[in-house]
């Protein structure tokens, strides 16, 4: 089956668009972290939410 650039197109916007959600509701709920701040560097943003994913599992 072959995709045609119209589908193709169409599906990069709506990907882009649930992105677009999926970053703001994580910026909300990282409003309330006590451990990341406003200037936290984005190396110990990371490192403190691998830590947190960690701690789920």
């Not at 006590?34 to 691998?50: A, D």
């Amino acid at each position: 089956m072959e995709i045609s650039p119209i589908k193709l197109m169409d599906s990069n916007k709506y990907n882009k668009i649930h992105a677009d959600i999926n970053s703001s509701k994580n910026i909300l709920e990282r409003k309330y972290d006590k451990e990341i701040k406003m200037f936290t560097s984005c190396k110990k943003v990371k490192e403190i939410l691998e830590s947190i994913i960690a701690d789920t599992k």
